[in-house]
């Protein structure tokens, strides 16, 4: 999509695409509107210099390429400090070749993730204060998770289901299965959007509802991922330098954090798969929606038994951060090590609260360990 040069707020941008939608989107083309909620750094706008981003009020325009294809445009507006919002009409295969890819890549930035329990209150208001119903969604439950299910529990699954009915069959899913969404299609009326854990927002009609309906969901949740946010970037290996008479002493400073999972207790068997990632109990291949590249490597791992303790030096594949892990049945302690940047906590965090405990809360340590 092209908005015209102009000094918008976001009130008018968002008027803008309402009343310009059939020139900007295209339905046969899956030309819809699509909002990825993006955490970054505070000075963010040094990450894109290499886009040479055009201001146009409080609104940003970037156009992001990939190797032979064409740029995709995107619009962008600091709905908090560190937390962005990129509006695109480009499909999502676009977005992966281009955006993702750059984000991946790049220390200080990452997607937005949406926890379990913050996708439920999103489906909930939806729900109840727009009078929405759910017609598709996709849900999962991992191979390593110990979360309830009632029938075979041992395995892992990835359910896309889509019928007018698909709230109810949702529920059954979720406590027969185990199944966690991360994918949801609502319709309200005769408007439809959906709404994806990864900070996705899809709206496939476009108007003044659909536009006011996301931004009432966004803000339901701001507060929880702006804490979030402030966590992690507050998890950090730095150095000071301190003058002792005339010498300057180096001293290391580090600011851990703790995981404390509240619903699960651990044992030696569910740390070993999750430090193993790509196998299940028998010590078979996981099946392909399970045995993707792994975010993280586990290496220096050592588990005792017993009174279980654990612990192993956490490698971030994409950031290149390395950290310290260790802990017993119910906590997990974080010390960074190398490379520190604040989206390997999140990504790590986000595989404990969907892999192990959908409950499980994170918090810096009161103290400094020097």
Known sequence: MKIPPGSYTI???LDYLADNTDELFTREERKWLKVYLIFVRR?????FEEFAPTRLGDIYHIIVGAKGSPGIDFYVYERAPGLLMFFTSSTEEDYEKTLKRFIESTRGITEMWIPPHRIEDAKGLV????????????GRRTSITPTPARTRPEYGRRINYSGMDAGE???EMQETYGIIPF???????????????DGLFVLRTINEHTLRIMVTVIDAM????????????GIAATTEFHKIGESTVRIPEIVAAKIRLKAQKLNAVWVERFFGQRRDLLGEELPAQDSEQPEFSFIDTTVVEGSLLYSA??????????F???????EMLLVPKHRTTFESFVRFYRNIVEDIDKEAELSILSEQIV
Not at 43 to 47: A, C, E, F, S, V
Not at 222 to 233: D, V
Not at 325 to 330: R, T, V
Request: hydrophobic letters at 35%; aromatic letters at 14%.
């Open 11 to 13: 009130e008018s941008f």
């Open 43 to 47: 000075d963010w706008t040094k990450l």
């Open 127 to 138: 729900l109840s204060q727009y009078k929405g119903k759910i017609y598709r969604f996709i």
């Open 169 to 171: 069959t949702l529920k």
């Open 183 to 197: 994918s949801l299609d609502f319709a309200v009326g005769d408007d439809s959007f959906k709404i994806t854990n």
């Open 222 to 233: 701001l507060g929880y991922q702006l804490e979030m946010q402030k966590l992690t970037q």
């Open 313 to 322: 030096t956490v490698i971030d594949e994409f950031k290149g951060t390395i």
């Open 324 to 330: 310290g892990l260790s802990g017993g049945e119910d």
